[in-house]
């Protein structure tokens, strides 16, 4: 593609992305491009007026109650008649020939000497002044009753308008109706408001490698999880998503889907596309669909450098970042203000609770960095894991319990700091079971039977030596490591300090893994296998990243040697298998049940115990105890060989 128009388009694209806007600096004139503006209104019934903000002030057109009433089952009497009543001298009053009940409207006058039966809620009758009630009275032949106790005018009677006065302002333009809005609205005979218009937001995802959730993926494709994510967290927010679709990044196709998207809806939201690649169009598309288009393309924040912000026309177009995590930041710090305003509610309103973090936590310096993290509950007060994988990952979103803010002048947060973390759910919720260290499937098989008996458990992934150093600060129940001490040959137990005690937990069987059918391994042993894959100058390795015990394994068998695909180093069993299945290497080293799972070839080289250090103060709590049960429990024992791990017995 080297004609001339192509060129110059590129050019001006990549100037934009140059001019890197503070996050300040975006939302300013982002803000200023649309605000000020009318907010468009519309009369709802009270059930469709629900979540939406009143547009109007909205005044009482009545008086609640409309009439004197009854607050209690009794008589309505005039007070000055039983003013000396008491146990010992009653006071006898006539009952007058009628029952006045709710919604029933009094015939007879209360004279002197009398009193009208009447129910919670009956209308006061002329001449009355008070109520008295049932239980402080009692019959005297069918005619009489005798007061035991005096009452003072105006007890037990609510008045006309004491409640709502007719002309009282009963809700301000603004306040966002919730069933407690109905109730006020309702009781003042009031069935259809004012509201703001919820907002019509066009949501449309970007990108040739999208299949929507429920389709089956073709090789190279994923689902789109930005689609769907952003629609719920629009209506999350009031607004009303329409959803349409996935476009493949198609210059034409996809600018008459925003042409078409941005003509029938307030909004338009996308996400992809948006960085410097050759196939990232959307932000180039934008442009041409209305005045002043492009207000910030390159925004100082992590996750979510190349945001784009835009107005055509008056309306907001905005591009989201592809990766599901830098969509939803930027959503919600960058987005979600702006749609509130336009909807006239109010500001979204977040929790934040103060937590400290253990370890030092670095940030680019220049970007406002917003950083997820998992709460647990240590001797200290709370303790904010980071539980980011990098922007691409979405499972960090749901095993967050919140973020922290690092400003764009600070370049790490340093252990031990305690810092405001801004809260996902209204509550922290601390989990029965806190499990911080190094992740096996076998752990995912005993975590479930504690599910089952409605423990919560929260299961942090950060290595043998992170979980050891979490176990010693008391941040967690129980610290999974496989840590092999050279000097004494052993496992784990060498580790274990003061206050931790070692439990048992399972063997894993590592070895070499490789596609079935391949004569450079099938039938042979380690060391042969790594001499005939060497001897072959087609044959790729794939490798493990440093400081995992998987490596030192792999270093063993290579000695000095460095084949094709050594520097390919992922940081888990799985990528290894997936490497090897998916023919970008034939070989690597990994634990037998992932092996299998992926359906390769399997050469045993050695086994690798993982077992688990508990806190020793901890021991006694309930979840703790279900964990320990669950470990020798014979149903676990059984799927946990099932699934290619061995049960390391208590010596
Ligand atoms: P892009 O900005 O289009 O270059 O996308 C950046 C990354 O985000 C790529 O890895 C995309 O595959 C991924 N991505 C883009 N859109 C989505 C989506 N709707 N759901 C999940 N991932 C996406
Ligand atoms: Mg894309």
Known sequence: ?????????????????????????????????????????EVRSLAEALGSALAEDVTAPVDVPPFDRSNVDGFSVRAADVAAASEALPVRLELNAESIACGTVPQLPVLAG??????????????????VMVEHTHAAGDDAIEVRRSVSPGQFVSYAGSDIARGEVLLRSGTVIASREVGMLAACGIARVPVARKLRVAVLSTGDELVQPGEALRPAAIHDANGPIVSAAVTENGCEASFLGAFPDDEATLESAMRQALAAHDVLILSGGTSKGAGDIS??????????????????????????????????????????????FTFHDMVVPVLRRMAGLPPRVDVQVTARVPFRVPSELGRTEFVMV????????????????????????????????????????????????????????????????????????????????????????VGSLGGLA?????????????????????????????????????????????????????????????????????????????GSGTRILIDQLLGSARPEGYWNQPRSHNAVAAAVAQKRADWGVTIAPVARAAGLGF?????????????????????????????????????????????????
């Open 114 to 131: 009398t009193a009208s039966p009447i129910s919670t809620g009956g209308p006061l009758p002329r001449g009355a002044d008070a109520i």
């Open 603 to 651: 050469i045993p080289l050695t086994e690798e115990h993982y077992d688990f250090a508990l806190v020793s103060s901890r021991k006694e709590r309930p979840a703790v105890q279900a964990f320990l049960a669950a470990l020798q429990s014979p149903d676990i024992q059984v799927a946990l060989e099932r699934a290619g791990f061995a049960r390391t017995q208590v010596s």
């Open 283 to 328: 932000h180039r598309i934008v442009g041409r669909l209305g005045k002043p288009g492009v207000i910030a393309h390159g925004v100082a924040l992590k996750p979510g450098k190349p945001l784009c912000l835009a107005v055509c026309d008056g309306k907001p177009v905005i591009i989201l970042p592809g990766f599901p995590t830098s969509a939803m």
């Open 470 to 546: 979490a176990a010693k600060r008391g941040e967690c129940d129980i610290a999974p490591i496989h840590l092999f001490d050279p000097r004494t040959q052993s496992y784990n137990a060498p580790f274990l300090t003061e206050g931790l005690e070692l439990v048992p937990g399972w063997r894993r069987m590592q070895g070499l893994v490789f596609r079935n059918g391949d004569e450079r391994f099938e039938g042979r042993d380690p060391e042969e296998a790594v001499r005939a894959a060497r001897a072959d100058p087609e044959c790729i390795m794939v490798n493990r990243n440093q």
């Open 374 to 461: 998992s709460l647990v509950r240590g001797q200290e007060g709370l303790a904010a894991y980071p539980t980011g994988k990098g922007s691409g990952a979405i499972t960090s979103f749901a095993q967050a319990d919140g973020f922290m803010r690092i400003e764009a002048l600070v370049d790490h947060v340093p252990a031990g700091s305690e810092v405001p973390v801004t809260l996902f759910t209204p509550h922290v919720r601390v989990p029965d079971l806190v499990v911080i260290g190094s992740h096996c499937t076998g752990l995912d098989l005993v975590a479930g039977a504690l599910f089952r008996d409605a423990f919560s458990v929260r299961t942090l992934a």
């Open 1 to 41: 593609m080297t004609n001339p128009s192509t060129f110059s388009r590129r050019d001006s694209r990549q100037e934009q992305f140059l001019t890197i806007l503070s996050r300040e600096e975006a939302m300013a004139r982002f803000e200023a491009a649309l605000f000020p503006r009318p907010m468009p209104a």
